[in-house]
């Protein structure tokens, strides 16, 4: 779990800037309105899983290429230019740096939910096990529907020997995974059915053009043998 949340970080920290320089490129008419922290997260959280189940190295990376861009969104610019200059700091070993950029990131947007968990993952790397716990409590705080800061924050329990507390943690980060992949399935499910009777449809329009045509048909040949 560690190995998956800091490449991550280190993803991030290469991809950001470039990410950034992109998005300035972008002529201003073109860009899209900012997405609410609640969509952003939800698409954070399902890349995570992706990125576990990746198959392959190749499908794995374009999975954190996209994670990259969805957790550098946060609907502020303020916000996301503090998190690029954290990103920044990581990618130079400046864990100091990144953590006081972070410390600022979370003031000015306090209901980022991405900001208090990177926090968390720099307090961690720092061996600070007892900020990032609170950190990673806060992510939670703000959505409890994340997976991720559970089975994080069950990582921080157990450097500091708390292991009842990493045992709640990773048992309730299975619940989620389990009701997500609960709900994509009934998703999945809804379509199939949505699909089912589309094809129906389309099936008794054609019988009925069929039968409207047998039976003008039957009614020409009927009027002639008269």
Do not use: C
């Not at 946060?74 to 690029?84: E, I, K, V």
């Not at 953590?99 to 307090?123: C, D, I, Q, Y």
């Not at 069929?210 to 009027?223: C, V």
């Amino acid at each position: 779990m560690r190995t998956v949340s800091m490449v991550l970080v280190a993803v991030l920290a290469a991809a950001t800037p470039a990410v950034a320089q992109q998005q300035q490129r972008q002529p201003q008419a073109q860009q899209q309105a900012p997405r609410t922290p609640q969509q952003i997260a939800a698409q954070v959280e399902q890349l995570f899983q992706q990125l576990g189940d990746a198959p392959d190295p190749n499908q794995a990376a374009r999975i954190e290429a996209s994670l990259v861009r969805a957790m550098a969104q946060s609907g502020s610019p303020t916000a996301d230019l503090l998190l690029q200059r954290a990103t920044e700091a990581l990618n130079k070993g400046d864990q100091e740096g990144a953590l006081n950029t972070l410390n600022s990131l979370v003031k000015l947007a306090p209901n980022f939910a991405e900001a208090w968990f990177n926090r968390g993952l720099s307090h961690f790397e720092l061996k600070k096990y007892a900020e990032a716990i609170r950190d990673y409590s806060k992510t939670i705080e703000l959505d409890a529907t994340l997976v991720q800061p559970y089975r994080s924050r069950a990582e921080a329990y157990m450097a500091i020997g708390k292991q009842k507390e990493a045992e709640a943690d990773l048992a309730k980060a299975k619940q989620l995974e389990e009701m997500r992949k609960l709900r994509e399935q009934m998703q999945q499910d809804q379509k199939t059915i949505q699909q089912q009777q589309e094809w129906n449809r389309q099936n008794s329009e054609q019988e009925i053009r069929k039968l409207n045509q047998e039976n003008q048909q039957k009614s020409f040949e009927i009027a002639v043998s008269r």
